[in-house]
């Protein structure tokens, strides 16, 4: 990796990021309808409460009581139970698909295109979550497989701060949500022009 990650504003949080691939996969998956550091400090609450990380002990949980580790106070999300669901599912491909080895999909000498469709295979994942996580891998994990750049879109230029992928502290931080609050102001704007 390239540098330390800064996602959470926490250092264990962040450290557990940095070191567990599948910890980073599962905090964006996370990553939607709250905010980001906490999203990405899902993974910490949940190694905190089952004495680790790992994608095969997680697939393997029970549901009903991984459910309720994850609506413990404080919860992972503010919908914990839906959420629980959908860290096992990608958990369980994860097994099922990559030996219980995140990291596989991107580690394979795979290009950014490929990278990108296999995320997008992914239980959670969409066009724009796997191409901000692939921007995410290339622009802080170290992981820049041949045109990741191209494939991640608009988020994998240089020097933007659209998304997670850009944040590398507070003040970066603090731009990525004032280029969202901007953004969804103009989509505001564009769909009321229409009505």
């Given at each position: 990796m390239t540098s330390k990650l800064c996602l959470v504003q926490d250092s264990a949080a962040d450290a557990l990021l940095e070191e567990n691939p599948f910890a980073l996969l599962v905090g964006m998956l996370l990553d939607q309808q709250i905010a980001m550091e906490v999203a990405f400090g899902?993974?910490?609450?949940?190694?905190?409460?089952?004495?680790?990380?790992?994608?095969?002990?997680?697939a393997d949980y029970d549901?009903?009581?991984?459910?309720?580790?994850?609506?413990?106070?404080?919860?992972?999300?503010?919908?914990?139970g839906s959420m629980a669901a959908r860290v096992q599912a990608l958990a369980k491909v994860i097994v099922d698909e990559y030996d219980g080895n995140a990291a596989a999909l991107w580690s394979d000498g795979a290009d950014g295109k490929d990278v990108l469709r296999r995320l997008k295979a992914l239980p959670g994942f969409g066009e724009q979550k796997a191409k901000i996580f692939l921007a995410l891998l290339g622009k802080q994990y170290g992981v820049t497989p041949k045109g990741w750049r191209t494939a991640a879109g608009d988020y994998g230029k240089a020097g933007t701060h659209m998304s997670v992928a850009d944040v590398t502290g507070p003040g970066s931080l603090q731009k990525v949500r004032t280029y969202k609050k901007e953004?969804?102001?103009?989509?505001?704007?564009?769909?009321a022009a229409k009505a």
């Open positions: 899902g993974p910490k609450k949940i190694a905190d409460r089952i004495g680790g990380f790992d994608a095969a002990t997680i549901p009903e009581k991984f459910a309720a580790l994850c609506a413990q106070t404080p919860a992972i999300h503010r919908f914990p953004a969804k102001a103009a989509a505001k704007q564009a769909k």
